[in-house]
């Protein structure tokens, strides 16, 4: 269960990042494969440092926490490397950089249609199973 965990805020945190850093980026003219160079290595930077105190501290789980930190490690770079080499050929093969711009395009997309869908389904479960949403009338004595 917590190797999941961590791995959907790994996952959320990293989208979070290109999601907010790639937009202003483009839009203050940087281009996109500059763009997308700055944007993961701020990410790595974050992830390296965060794991780094995970590690200090020995909040990763049980006496295993190493084969962990070297897990995640191992997964992280073999997806970078894999998208790095999926984008770097279809920007070659079609000689555009717009195709960085249309992926992240498509990642904010799928990724605000993720969280309504979950949010949504998430209130409903609430309010089926009586769970207080925090509405109150103004007055206390409503």
């Known amino acids: 269960m917590f190797p999941a965990v961590c791995t959907t805020a790994?996952?959320?945190?990293?989208?979070?990042?290109i999601m907010v850093k790639g937009?202003?980026?483009?839009?203050?003219?940087?281009?996109?494969?500059?763009q997308s160079a700055t944007a993961?290595?701020?990410?790595?930077?974050?992830?390296?440092?965060?794991t780094l105190q995970f590690?200090?501290?020995?909040?990763?789980?049980?006496?295993?926490?190493?084969?962990?930190?070297?897990?995640?490690?191992l997964v992280g770079f073999v997806g970078g490397f894999c998208g790095l080499k999926c984008v770097g050929y279809f920007v070659k093969k079609?000689?555009?950089?717009?195709?960085?711009v249309y992926m992240l395009a498509t990642t904010i997309g799928l990724s605000a249609l993720a969280m309504g869908y979950i949010g949504l389904r998430s209130t409903l479960a609430d309010i089926e199973s009586g769970v207080h949403l925090g509405f109150h009338g103004i007055c206390d004595n409503e």
């Open 10 to 17: 790994g996952v959320a945190a990293g989208l979070l990042g």
């Open 23 to 34: 937009p202003i980026m483009l839009e203050a003219g940087v281009l996109p494969a500059v």
């Open 40 to 50: 993961s290595f701020m990410i790595l930077f974050t992830a390296s440092s965060t």
């Open 55 to 73: 590690a200090i501290n020995g909040q990763f789980p049980g006496e295993f926490q190493f084969d962990y930190m070297a897990w995640f490690a």
């Open 94 to 100: 079609y000689k555009r950089e717009s195709i960085m």
